[in-house]
């Protein structure tokens, strides 16, 4: 769309989004070829069909969706548009897989000033890039004013799985040791002082990154990985409890093992929140059989994203699907999915 | 999820969404099951993973997303649920391809009533069902009251294009001949007197519908088709220049040849539009060489969904890439992209 003569380029400075930029016409194609393309320009993208094509060798696809809504846009360690790129990548990453291509779908609202919008779009251009990811295909809508809320960004990924690799949810099995690459709760609560407007002093920023290296140097060790979940909403808790059940096992984790930063531990018990439960979204959960256990927390451990990687806790059998922590001071808890808690648009 | 002991099953009757249902707890995996699964039931959904996976042959594939922001949510020939489908699908489609797999995204606003999203849900399974597509993977969002407006859908297709074909914007030639399935303008009014609230006795319904079978049944035709383009917002003129552009041709078409219905022809003049710009979900365009258009327009005319056919004028030489329209009258009128009217939340 480059030789389109606009009467006057954007104004990123004091522009505003107005309906005009949802409707089909000559502003919205302005904005697409003039934000979108330049900022995530890749030779899928400008072919500017309907769809983005390309080709695969024959073998084990997957796709992973989803929706951004998180308030504030910007944040300590990252803004929406990274966040974009990372949470849909990790989706994609959590099969095994090398992820390869975004689709990326934008509703704005009316108002929304240009000037957020280009810095939105260029950090997610900038996390793609990093992660090696190309955003192949987009859509842009906009609502009125107070029917949306800044920027929503939708980013569904494709990716190929190596063969061999069969990693799911329903793999945990009785004895499996259960990792995870590094400390929780960093992202909630970045997300969560920067909301309440406090400033703990300690800096806390969010873990947002694309997880798919350090996935990749851990089915190099460990090919029959069984199971890996990013912690996203929910936190640990929610994901052990999705996979106890997907698997019909129980867990047991033990809470002086788990990984978590002074400032994540000041801030929780200040806010009311419970670590377990905080979302994260540049961790990972690992469950592989126990002779695999150690082999892989080194190999997590030599990545720059697993330093502070950890075995927390090991694999039952529980008829009940429980999940249960042993905690510092020796007793037992359970650690059920139902979370009192509830931190909304944290993603 | 199946075995979850819910305390109550949801209640669609009286019940509305609320912040809970999107914060990675109970509720929200209650929603998932309740609703959701149930609609969309298929085995990849099933796993429950992070992301869908699937086995494919090696290939050409095409990736296709849009957001669904229409309003209002239902509508004479649709709602939100079935444009959703319909959208991506023939997004997909106009590649040639052959759709296999849909993501769907919701951003749900916190009130929006139970009962209407379970509407949209079994509307949106019906059509993916008639399509032969399955909904694989999917992520739900719950944004507060006044920062959404009831429902917003993504939907992200995955799709195989037949080896051969090769469809792309770029490929009109000068003499090319351009066609189109039907009448214009359907589903623009449809929602525009909706809106309105205007009743013209004449009882229009939106075209939405996909558009997939009668692409195949093209592509066997003539499988050297050159373009094809769903003219979804801004209309067929938009279409028109967008593949002109991307073709560096110019085109001239003929109002006497273009099919519309009598009663969108006075919708139309009673609410100021001009049909060449109002959005169709159930249409495509279609450019191929002259000698593949009358069979072409043969194999679309047996087509349920291209009965009225009609090859509606050329692609010509010119350097500008100007869309010009022979007037009915004999006069010529351009056919630019800019529009005039704003059709905001159309699809
Ligand atoms: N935000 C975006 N970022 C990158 N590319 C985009 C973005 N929005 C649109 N595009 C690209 O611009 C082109 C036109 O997009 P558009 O949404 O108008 O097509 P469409 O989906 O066929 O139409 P509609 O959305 O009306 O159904 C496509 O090639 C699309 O990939
Ligand atoms: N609206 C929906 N329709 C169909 N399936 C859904 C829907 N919402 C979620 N799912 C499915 O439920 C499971 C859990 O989805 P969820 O969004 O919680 O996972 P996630 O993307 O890993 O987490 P997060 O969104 O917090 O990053 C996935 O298998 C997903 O495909
Ligand atoms: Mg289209
Ligand atoms: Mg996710
Ligand atoms: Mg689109
Ligand atoms: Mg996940
Ligand atoms: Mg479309
Ligand atoms: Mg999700």
């Not at 969706?65 to 929406?80: E, K, Q």
């Not at 280009?118 to 859509?139: L, N, P, Q, Y």
């Not at 905080?278 to 002779?291: D, F, H, Q, R, Y």
Request: hydrophobic fraction near 40%; charged fraction near 20%; include cysteine.
């Amino acid at each position: 769309m480059s030789k389109k003569p606009y009467i006057r380029p954007l104004d990123f400075k004091h522009g505003c989004i107005d309906l005009t930029h949802g409707s089909g016409g000559r502003a919205m194609a302005q904005l697409i070829d003039e934000l979108f393309l330049k900022a995530f320009d890749n030779p899928l993208l400008r072919q500017l069909n309907d769809q983005a094509a390309f080709d695969v060798p024959a073998g084990r696809m997957v796709m992973a969706t989803d929706s951004h809504v998180v308030t504030p846009l910007f944040f300590p360690g990252g803004d929406i548009g990274s966040l974009a790129v990372h949470g849909t990548v990790n989706d994609v990453a959590m099969s095994g897989a090398r992820p390869l291509y975004l689709a990326a779908g934008f509703i704005l609202e009316e108002g929304f000033p240009l000037g957020d919008l280009k810095r939105i779009v260029e950090s997610m251009a900038a996390a793609a890039e990093e992660a090696g990811v190309a955003i192949v295909t987009g859509d842009t809508k906009v609502v009125e004013q107070g029917k949306g809320d800044g920027v929503f960004i939708n980013t569904t990924g494709f990716g190929v799985v190596p063969p061999g690799i069969d990693i799911s949810g329903n793999r945990a099995r009785p004895g499996d040791r259960i990792l995870v690459n590094g400390t929780l709760g960093d992202h909630g609560v970045a997300i969560m002082s920067q909301r309440e407007n406090l400033s703990f002093g300690t800096g806390i920023e969010s873990d947002s990154v694309a997880l798919h290296g350090l996935v990749a140097a851990m089915v190099e060790t460990v090919p029959n990985l069984h199971c890996l979940r990013d912690p996203t909403r929910g936190g640990l808790a929610a994901t052990l409890n999705e996979l106890a059940q997907q698997s019909a096992v129980g867990m047991r984790i033990e809470e002086s093992s788990l990984p978590l930063r002074e400032g994540v531990r000041g801030a929780c018990e200040f806010l009311g929140l419970d670590p377990l439960y905080v979302a994260n979204e540049g961790k990972l959960v690992a469950i592989c059989a126990a002779e695999d256990a150690e082999p892989l927390l080194e190999a997590m451990r030599e990545h720059p994203l697993g330093r502070e990687a950890a075995i927390i806790g090991e694999v039952q059998e529980d008829p009940n699907h429980f999940v249960q922590m042993q905690t510092a001071f020796g007793g037992m808890r359970m650690v059920d999915w139902i979370s009192g808690e509830q931190l909304p648009r944290i993603c």
